[in-house]
Structures are given as structure tokens and as C-alpha cells.
């Protein structure tokens, strides 16, 4: 997959941008806050229409403006595609794909596959399971339509109900809905936990590997995919899984009504992480977190090739400075193959046929 050139308008802190970009290495310098990590955002919200940073696309657009624009130019599947995002400041976002305006964001899976590492990424090891079930969601939104529509459906059903528990002893009437909505909500989150399983199988047969040989082969990564207690095979048919969450939730009906809150579902599943047997959060280095957290997004770089056979683009955003230079160089030596967006303070010593652009106040300068 190639990334062949990108507009944009009014996004961030981008008036207006057009720029080409070569189909290997292409280096994006420049002095913090000059928009180098808004152009790698831009090119990653296309792959499924989600920020790593912004909770809503408002906040994407650029001050005193009401809209913005996003849009590719794309190599993929031997392909052409223009993918485009309009975002509104009322929340009225339209996505294209060659001119066709998609009904949802899972339309966009599999024309552009990127996998982003950044700064922020160290919450991946150290944070709450929240940051890990987004990572697990931005992923396989991207490899999986049917995931990415259940995903939606899911967080739908599940606002739905949080209102209903909240508000029900006032309104008695709506426990009227409570079953039904737990149900939708069991049918779809069967559906997310076999995908997660799933992947969690692929990641481990890729990232301890990777692991291994970031860290000198002093240590090993462990992975471990937590979901409902009373799913004994979350890799089983979502049929399969369907009347283990409903079990789940009648075990959990009274708590739920008692406390308000939604208590059962994989809204709170968790990919554990330990390195040599100890559990990563609490014990790893700084060091260890960001070798780890850098392993996992490499290894779904290689799950993405295996699965579609092509490379994904791969966005570092200020990655190398924070590596020794033994894991510089290991880096570098593992992501040959595909198109690379590399964020940096200066140009460095790349390969000369690394095509080099320097960032100044949401221009390109030459």
C-alpha cells in the first residue's frame, strides 16, 4: 500500500497542504510543534476514520473555521483509490472513497492499512486496559469490515443501556428495554471477542519474536487475552459464545441495577502484557515499555502483510530519538518493504533515497 500524495484543508494547524511522497522512506523534520505528527494524523485517520489523539473530529478542524478536508491519493490492492474526509464542526462528517460517499467508517477497511508508533504509545504497556482494547479495535477495524461495524453497533447498544441503568429508578418504565438492549449487546459483543481472540493468537506468534531480538534476546514477551469469565473459548463461533455473555449478564443483572452501570460485556476485556512472567505495567523500565510497545506495532505491520500481502504504511513519529542506537539500527533494519513516514527533530543520516521534507508552520518548506 503507497500513500501517493495527501491534501489538506484547514486540518489542524495545515491552512492548505498538497505534497507528494515517494513509495520507500519519506523523512518529515522539522522544530516541535511545526505539524510534523498533524501530517502523520492526517494520513492515519483515512484507514478507518479515527485519531489516536482527538476524541472528536471537531477537534481536528483548524481554529475560527467550521470545516475541514482530508484527502489521499492511494496505491492498494493494485488499485487506485481517492479516500476524503469532510469533517464538519457539528459533527457531520462525509467519507469518500473514488467519489462514492461511504454509509460508514468500516467501508474504509483494507484500501489503506497504516500502523502508527508515537511517543503516547508507552500508555500501550503502562495504562489502563482502555488503551489496549483501542489498540486491539484500531487494528482489527482496519483488516476486519465486520468487526468495525460490530465495533460501532456495540458502543451504540452500550450508551444505550448506561442511560437506561442510570436512569431507571426514576423511570421505572425503561427496565421495559433493559433486556433487549442486553441482548443486542451479547450478539455483538460475541462477534468483538472472537475477533480479538483471534488477533491475540496472531500477535503472538509475531511479537515475542520481534521481542526477542529488540532486546538481545534478554527477554521475553508474554501476551494474554482477558474477556468475560464465563467464556471459556473466546476463539469459538460468536454462536458459541452467545449464551456464555447472556449467562454472564443474568449473574450480573442485580449489580448492574444497583450500581448503574453496565458490568458485563468485553467493554472490559484486557491484553495483558508480561515480560519474563511479570506483568509489564507494573514492572517494566521505561526502557522495557517502549521496546515492548514498539515490538506489538511492528508485529501487526507483519500480520498485516501476512494477512493481505501487501505492507501497510508505517507512521514512526519521533520514535528514533528515544532508542539507543542499537535499537535505532534495529528498527531501521526491519522495516524494509513498504512506504515509511519518519518524524524527526532534524534529517539525520538516511538513506539517500529517502525522500526528505522539512515542516514549518504547516508548510512544506524546501
Known sequence: MIVKGITLDFFRNYTNLEADFAPGVNVIYGENAQGKTNLLEAIAYLSAARSHRARYDRELISFGVDHGFVQTEILSRNREFTLEARLSRNGRRQLFSN???????????????????????????????VERRRFLDDVICQLRPRYAAALAEYKRLYEHKTRIL????????LLDTLDEFSLRMAQTGAILIHYRAHFVR????????????????????????????????????????????????????????????????PHKDDLVVELDGTPA?????????????????????EI??????????????????????????????????????????????????????????GRIVE
Do not use: M
Open 166 to 173: 442510570k436512569d431507571w429508578e426514576e423511570k421505572p418504565s
Open 99 to 129: 467519489g462514492v460517499k461511504l454509509k460508514t467508517a468500516g467501508e474504509l477497511a483494507g484500501i489503506l492499512n497504516t500502523v502508527l508508533f508515537c511517543p503516547e504509545d508507552l500508555s500501550l504497556v503502562r495504562a489502563g486496559a
Open 202 to 265: 496472531k500477535l503472538k506468534e509475531y511479537a515475542p519474536a520481534i521481542h526477542r531480538d529488540f532486546s538481545g534476546g534478554r527477554e521475553n514477551l508474554g501476551l494474554f487475552y482477558e474477556t468475560v469469565k464465563t467464556v471459556k473459548d473466546p476463539q469459538a463461533p460468536p454462536r458459541d459464545i452467545l449464551p456464555q455473555l447472556l449467562a454472564h449478564q443474568e449473574s450480573h443483572r442485580r449489580a448492574e441495577l444497583e450500581s448503574r452501570q453496565c458490568l458485563s460485556g
Open 304 to 361: 498485516f502483510q501476512a494477512d493481505t500481502g501487501e505492507w501497510p504504511v508505517l507512521l514512526l513519529d519521533d520514535v528514533l530519538s528515544e532508542l539507543d542506537e542499537r535499537r535505532q539500527a534495529f528498527v531501521l533494519g526491519r522495516i524494509n518493504g513498504g512506504q515509511v513516514f519518519i518524524t524527526t527533530c532534524d534529517h539525520g543520516d538516511f538513506s539517500p533515497a529517502a525522500r526528505v521534507f522539512r515542516i514549518h508552520g
Open 281 to 301: 505495567k507494573t514492572y517494566a523500565s521505561q526502557g522495557q515499555t517502549r521496546t515492548a510497545a514498539l515490538s506489538l506495532k511492528l508485529a501487526c505491520r
